[in-house]
């Protein structure tokens, strides 16, 4: 007979507390709510790159050790007598009752897009009258860069503050990178700084709004780069040299040998 979800949750939840208890895991006892966060951060990532290699099974394994760390938390907050995992998932049912009317109450919305305009008119509200919120809000700072850039855009999107198009988008950029020329040239260091920040915040605007992930996009070609950089060493290496003992030229001419390759690859025998 299957084993229920609920069963299993509360395995591992009893798992944990064991690893922390009196005659458990030194390591897992020793730590604590700050010493943790590296390893959530790097349990998300891997998350994702389970999602960008289409790994079910990698994935299955990789939500797991995320799911791990969540618990580890309620397990660290239960012992300081602060929550527990109980409290944790009856938050999280009632915040997501209360924010989807339109499936556990009476109100109806059209499409997607009212349904998400819908969220954070109650998400604002949540905050009451003395302390209204931003529709900015929810966002955190310590996101990567270009993820908070991202973020930020779709939540003033969703409250009507956005280009209507990509093309309006692309203008903008245009005009931020002509600003950025103006500043490379007068050699201002914040001056660049400012706006070679502007153009990389129109660039994600452009890539949302053609409906392409930012972050994906920049590590895919993060990605790229590693995979023909490497092509190149190994192809100075069986040449006998290293890329530093090269010059720019020969190492122009190997990197678009590794591109050709590629393309050829891509498009298959005889194509």
């Known amino acids: 007979m299957a084993t229920s979800a609920g069963a299993r949750f509360d395995a591992l939840l009893s798992l944990m507390a064991r ?5 458990g895991c030194p390591w897992d006892r020793e730590q604590t709510r700050e010493s943790l966060k590296p390893y959530l951060i790097e349990e998300a990532y891997e998350v994702l790159q389970a999602i960008d290699e289409r790994d079910v099974d990698h994935l299955v394994e990789e939500l797991g050790d995320l799911l791990f760390q969540v618990v580890f938390h309620c397990q660290v907050a239960s012992e300081a007598g602060e929550f527990t995992m109980p409290d944790v998932l009856e ?4 915040k997501m009752t209360r924010r989807h009317p339109h499936v556990f109450g009476d109100q109806r919305v059209a499409d997607a897009q009212e349904a998400l305009q819908q969220w954070e008119r109650i998400k604002r509200a949540e905050g009451g009258a003395e302390a209204p919120r931003s529709a900015l809000d929810g966002v955190p700072g310590s ?7 991202q973020r930020l855009q779709v939540k003033a999107g969703r409250v009507g503050f956005d280009w209507t198009a990509w093309q309006d988008a692309r203008d903008k950029l ?3 990178m ?5 500043a490379l040239q007068q050699g201002h260091a914040g001056r660049i700084r400012e ?11 452009v890539a949302r709004l053609s409906d392409v992930d930012a972050e994906d996009c920049l590590r895919l070609a993060a990605d790229k780069f590693t995979r023909r950089f490497k092509e190149v060493e190994a192809d100075m290496m069986a040449r006998g040299r290293t890329v530093s003992d090269t010059s720019l030229e020969d190492l122009d ?8 390759r590629e393309r050829r690859d891509l498009r298959g025998p005889g194509r």
Do not use: C, H, T
């Not at 996101?143 to 850039?149: G, S, V």
């Not at 706006?195 to 605007?205: T, Y």
């Open 91 to 94: 938050r999280l049912v009632d």
């Open 253 to 260: 001419q190997a990197w678009e040998a590794v591109k050709a």
């Open 143 to 149: 996101l990567p860069a270009l993820l908070r850039a």
């Open 178 to 182: 002509a600003e950025m020329d103006e």
């Open 19 to 23: 690893l922390r208890g009196d005659g």
């Open 174 to 176: 245009a005009e931020e």
């Open 195 to 205: 706006e070679i920040g502007d153009v990389l915040f129109s660039m994600v605007n």
